[in-house]
Structure formats: C-alpha cells, structure tokens
C-alpha cells in the first residue's frame, strides 16, 4: 500500500509546551493524528510526528514522508549511520541528543519502505501546512493561556 504523509513538529519556547501533527493520505482517504507534551523541544516533536505517522499505518507500507525539518530528514537517512557505528557518539565523540526518539524512529522505518522528502516549512505546501495546524492543535492542551 502506498502512503503520502505530512508531519510537522510546534513548539512555544524551546523548551516548552510542544505538539506534533500528521496528516496521512494512503488508500482509504485521509487520516489526522496530533498530540503534544508539556515540556519539550520543536526537535523532539519533529521526531515524534515522524514517529507517530510510521506507527499509525500497516506494516510493509510504502511511504512518501515529507517533514519541513532538515533535522528529521538528514538524522533518518544520513547522520544515523555513523551515529550507529560510533555506539550513538556524535562525529565529536558527544552522546546524540534525543537518541531514545532516534532509535525508535529507525525502528519504525524498518517497517516500511521510506521515502524521505524535505519541504520549505511555511512556503504554502497544502500538506505541510495542515501538519502545522495539527501540530499547533496537540500543543494547545498545553499552553496557559
């Protein structure tokens, strides 16, 4: 089965309140997922949406991801290989930052076959942008106002 999915990571203050949002096209229409956590990083919910939307199809999937974090994008198909190699050490010889979230986004992908698709965040993307709100919508339970 092939899906096209969108995900967006929100943040107020970094750290702070934080939602992730992901919008799923795939074979029986379009699905929206969102949450958030009371104290967090825009980096930790960029990988959490990424997580959450591999999680949320069935196993085998083919896979468009498009995510508007660079971060995301090259961590997942770049930087995790030696990140792997080097017992999760940075090239400096420093732990990864966010290594639960990035072990558990590698485990998800091995579930499906990924592609990975960087978009300008806030460029008009009609998917990017429907992630943004969602994001911002699982971030809400969690912001005072």
């Known amino acids: 089965m092939k899906y096209e999915i969108f995900t967006d990571g929100a943040c107020s203050g970094n750290p702070g309140p934080g939602g992730w949002g992901v919008l799923i096209n795939g074979p029986d229409g379009s699905r929206d997922l969102c949450g958030g956590a009371p104290s967090t990083t825009n980096n930790q919910m960029e990988l959490m949406a990424a997580i959450e939307a591999l999680g949320a199809v069935p196993g085998g999937a083919e896979i468009r991801l498009v995510t508007d974090s660079v971060y995301v994008k090259d961590g997942i ?56 709100a969602l994001a911002r919508r699982g971030m809400e339970p969690f912001c005072s106002n």
């Open 77 to 132: 198909t770049s930087w995790i290989k030696n990140w792997k190699r080097r017992g999760w050490k940075t090239a400096t010889g420093k732990p990864v930052k966010n290594i639960d979230l990035w072990k558990a986004l590698d485990a998800a992908c091995a579930r499906h076959t990924v592609e990975w698709v960087w978009v300008k965040g806030h460029a008009g993307n009609p998917g990017n942008e429907h992630a943004d």
